[in-house]
T-cell receptor, first 115, second 117 residues
Framework: DAKTTQPPSMDCAEGRAANLPCNHS???????VYWYRQIHSQGPQYIIH???NNETNEMASLIITEDRKSSTLILPHATLRDTAVYYC????????????????FGKGTLLTVNP | DAGVIQSPRHEVTEMGQEVTLRCKPI?????LFWYRQTMMRGLELLIY????????DSGMPEDRFSAKMPNASFSTLKIQPSEPRDSAVYFC???????????????FGAGSRLTVL
């Protein structure tokens, strides 16, 4: 799986958009970009994923550059409850077999949302 | 669905004691993952099962660690004997078959925090 690079920490004001960058310059054509987050004392939680198109769901938006070498997770209106470590992971998606769900976590970005 | 359920949530034990961590995965799934999280090493995959069979245990630190999945409803991670360096949060995870546009998504339990004195 391709390696990712994220800033170790970021701050954001409550109510503002939080933009979390991720570099994945060695991503392969069949690898997806996944984002998870881990709130203190909880297990990691899936947020969103994408291949090459921008994606949006009820939690966040994912912007992937045209060359797919980087992406940005956007939390449009950050709240205090969004304070967490955010992990960007790239890996192949598949339809069967446990190995297709195997995730390798880096250090992530600690996002602190301030009142 | 109650999600992935882990027990105990917290365990404090003394060095040399046996520790057993338990996981009840989401019903109907036949893959299960055990992760360990420490400040120094972050989240590490220890072992994963598919169809109740261990597929990759290369992340298991040493012979003191063992994991079983006797059926699709239950898994255990055992440490015997435990050592202070085993202190960590241990997570169990399952594939999430919800509507994620074909993505391979894992649902994690709340974790078991182990402290070995």
């Amino acid at each position: 799986d391709a390696k990712t690079t994220q800033p170790p920490s970021m701050d954001c004001a409550e109510g503002r958009a939080a933009n979390l960058p991720c570099n994945h310059s060695t991503i392969s054509g069949n690898e997806y970009v996944y984002w998870y987050r881990q709130i203190h004392s909880q297990g990691p939680q899936y947020i969103i994923h994408g291949l090459k198109n921008n994606e949006t769901n009820e939690m966040a938006s994912l912007i992937i550059t045209e060359d797919r070498k980087s992406s940005t997770l956007i939390l449009p209106h950050a709240t205090l409850r969004d304070t967490a470590v955010y992990y960007c992971i790239v890996r192949v998606a598949g339809n069967s077999g446990g190995s297709n769900y195997k995730l390798t976590f880096g250090k992530g970005t600690l996002l602190t949302v301030n009142p | 669905d109650a999600g992935v359920i882990q027990s105990p949530r917290h365990e404090v034990t003394e060095m040399g004691q046996e520790v057993t961590l338990r996981c009840k995965p989401i019903s109907g799934h036949n893959s299960l993952f055990w992760y360990r999280q420490t400040m120094m090493r972050g989240l590490e995959l220890l072992i994963y099962f598919n169809n109740n069979v261990p597929i990759d245990d290369s992340g298991m630190p040493e012979d003191r660690f063992s994991a079983k999945m006797p059926n699709a409803s239950f898994s255990t991670l055992k440490i015997q004997p435990s050592e202070p360096r085993d202190s960590a949060v241990y997570f169990c995870a399952n594939p999430d078959r919800g509507n994620h546009s074909g993505a391979n998504v894992l649902t994690f339990g709340a974790g078991s925090r182990l402290t070995v004195l």
